[in-house]
């Protein structure tokens, strides 16, 4: 545990979307740590386009509490654009991101510390993970071992969205432009040193139903696209050999032509045709592949949320003679 009022900057960033009920709540129990714990720090609340009194809940918030500020996106991006930008604004030292619904507020001392000790990043990991079926076990193992094997991806098995980052890891992180820009990936592909935090998730609501094979297979297809040209190669590698194999029956062909004396009228000149046109045709596909990964290399860039407004705390900083504090944010 640090020791009380350490120097080291802290930011926390949370995604908020329809939490009006106990926003509140967390932020308290929030500021309460932070504030026996470090001279210095922000809280960055980011709003994923709340359609209920979340705003009106955060804006009084603002109000009340000190190192708070509040970014307010113009629609609901979704959470991991809502923690990208809660990224590219926080200004600490080390960069918390925990989710308002399940991460203790209680135990950022503790992964702050670790990571302080590391100089990378720390990732928290669910101790009780939720049952899933045998199929959906093993599809997972899959994923992850061909992660590993084939992308040089570590994504850890069971992480949360509970992490910090060092400031030297974050500023490496928002280095990458890719369109599909998930946490996980994020942390994991730029090698920084990387430990494990086990802790107990705390649901303040009631906890969510598992998430659908089809949403995990829909997360792991954007990771494995986005962050590599294998499967690209892999289809390359098939065209390849399919072009290979008609040569091969090409060569079945002429000989049957040649040696069999007896040959059904027209199926030389049929077969040939097909021969011919299938080699063709996944000779191209296969070019075709590699200029598709080409095009997914440069691709244009599109920014992945809009900040509509921006709230912030009447008073900004326990210590407004930091160095690496910034008025505004953007």
């Known amino acids: 545990m640090p020791n009380p009022l350490s120097d080291t900057f802290v930011s926390v960033i949370a995604p908020v979307r329809n939490q009006q009920g106990w926003i509140g709540q967390f932020v308290n129990e929030l500021v309460a740590v932070l504030r026996n714990g470090y001279a210095n720090y922000e809280i960055l609340l980011v709003d994923d386009g709340s359609d209920d009194a979340t705003i009106a809940c955060l804006k009084l918030l603002a109000t009340e509490t000190d190192c708070l500020r509040v970014l307010l996106l113009s629609r609901q991006f979704g959470r991991e654009a809502a923690v990208l930008a809660g990224m590219e604004s926080a200004i ?25 000790r590391s100089s990378g990043v720390v990732i928290g990991r669910e101790e009780e993970l939720p049952l899933r079926s045998p199929a959906a076990r093993m599809a997972s193992r899959f994923f992850h071992w061909y992660c590993m094997k084939f992308l040089k991806l570590e994504l850890h098995r069971g992480s949360s969205y509970f992490r910090v980052f060092s400031r030297t890891a974050l500023n490496a992180v928002m280095q990458i432009k890719d369109k599909v820009r998930t946490l996980r990936y994020l942390t994991s592909i730029v090698g920084f040193e990387t430990n494990i935090f086990p802790y ?9 139903g598992r998430r659908s094979f089809r949403q995990d297979l829909a997360d792991g297809v954007s990771v494995v696209f986005a962050s590599s040209r294998h499967p690209l190669r892999l289809v390359t590698l098939m065209g390849l050999l399919a072009s290979a194999g008609n040569l091969v029956y090409l060569g079945y062909i002429i000989a049957i032509y040649f040696f069999k004396s007896h040959v059904a009228e027209g199926w030389t000149t049929l077969s040939l045709q ?57």
């Open 92 to 116: 600490g030292d080390y960069v918390v991101v925990m989710l308002p619904e399940c991460d203790p507020p209680a135990l950022v001392p503790a992964i702050v510390e670790k990571c302080r």
């Open 200 to 208: 107990k998730v705390a649901w303040r609501t009631e906890q969510p």
């Open 274 to 330: 097909q021969g011919v046109m299938f080699f063709l045709l996944f000779t191209i596909l296969a070019v075709m592949s590699e200029y598709v990964g080409l095009i997914l290399a440069e691709s244009q860039e599109r920014p992945s949320y809009f900040v509509a407004g921006e709230i912030q705390s009447n008073r900004g900083l326990r210590d407004p003679q930091r160095h690496n504090v910034v008025n505004e944010s953007h």
